[in-house]
């Protein structure tokens, strides 16, 4: 069951990699200004690709699609004015809106059904189960969304997060720890730490990856998101934004290789092959889940939506207070129809 459409009237906005042309004596398209969540690669790629198919101005609009820098960042963008609309993995998009009530955020699209958030060891190492994680040393960021969100991980787990010792490391040595055995499990997203480790030479079956969404914390994955205010009074373009990023989702998801050759076009430097495989990595552990294949992308459940937001909170030391409809709205999705992946 979707979720309130009473309380918003939102829009998105967009920012650029290229303008597209506009023939002679015909009127402009609204500007939106985007940002994905992290540098150009195959997650985020169908965005540029939906843009070089112009699915955005059959929506209407002219899209800037410009990068992010990290899933952290892109709230205070989006609530200062620097972006409309953009895509950020939701998580920290929730603790913004919990710590910052009154900066208006909305998601009004989550199209990772799943999230990638995980714990990474060693496949024939000594940790096996979660419960195995008391007494070890885990590396990461603090900063990591994988580490902050490890105490609700461990609750709903069933160990002691207080049992785990951390080393706080900087982004790029957290795989090189692993690595090189000085410490015995990361957290990331499994879309950056799987294609990490493979490049040292730990390849997916040398991995052994403890899905936190396995271990009772269903947690959703990458959303759309907005102020209120500029939703508002911007509700067609909003609609257009999540509308052209639907039908681009889905074009990347019917021809993963030709949404690659449109990322390789626009970022020269793109290693193809790492960048396909942490699509299709994307696509099969985040977005084409068994309930997006059977009710469609943002199929959203309230019930599973409210457990994902109280365990955000108690993983910041929060007390629990938000709704769903604090948080998400439905009023800017295509029908159900118009959001069904086929391959």
């Known amino acids: 069951m979707s979720l309130s459409r009473r309380q918003l009237g939102l829009a998105a906005g967009v920012s650029l990699l290229a303008t597209p042309r506009i023939g002679h004596g015909q009127a402009a398209l609204p500007r939106v200004k985007y940002q994905v969540d992290w540098a150009f690669q195959g997650p985020n790629a169908f965005m540029l690709f939906g843009r070089q198919r112009n699915f955005f101005r059959d929506a209407g ?3 800037q699609i410009d990068r992010g820098f990290g899933s952290g960042r892109v709230p205070i963008d989006v609530a200062g004015g620097a972006y409309e609309i953009a895509q950020a993995d939701i998580n920290p998009v929730i603790k913004f809106i919990a710590e910052n009530p009154n900066a208006g955020l909305v998601v009004v699209g989550v199209f990772g059904d799943r999230s990638l958030l995980c714990a990474t060891v060693r496949a024939e190492g000594p940790i096996r189960t979660p419960k195995d994680f008391e007494g070890r040393t885990l590396a990461a960021p603090d900063s990591d969304a994988g580490r902050q969100i490890f105490p609700a991980f461990a609750r709903a787990a069933g160990f002691d997060a207080s049992k785990v010792n951390w080393l706080t490391v900087r982004p790029e040595l ?30 997916w079956p040398q991995q ?57 076009a626009a970022e020269p430097l793109t290693d193809v092959a790492i960048e396909a495989e942490r699509q299709e990595v994307s696509f099969r552990e985040q977005i084409a889940s068994p309930h997006v294949t059977a009710n469609g ?47």
Request: proline share 7%; hydrophobic share 40%.
């Open 174 to 203: 957290r795989e090189p720890m692993l690595v090189q055995g000085r410490a015995e499990g990361i957290t990331r997203a499994a879309t950056s730490t799987g294609m990490s480790l493979k490049a040292l030479g730990m390849d």
């Open 297 to 343: 992308l943002s199929s959203v459940v309230p019930s599973r939506f409210q457990l994902g937001l109280a365990a955000v909170e108690e993983a910041y030391g929060m007390t629990p207070k938000l709704k769903p409809e604090d948080v998400y709205t439905d009023a800017f999705l295509p029908p159900t129809a118009e959001r069904r992946l086929v391959a």
């Open 208 to 264: 052994r990856i403890l899905w936190y969404r396995d271990f009772g914390l269903p947690l959703y994955g990458t959303c759309w998101l907005t102020t209120r205010d500029y939703a508002r009074r911007n509700p067609e373009l909003v609609r257009a934004v999540v509308r052209g990023g639907i039908r681009s989702l889905q074009a990347a998801y019917a021809d993963p290789a030709a949404c690659i050759a449109g990322l390789k």
């Open 61 to 63: 609009i002219d899209i």
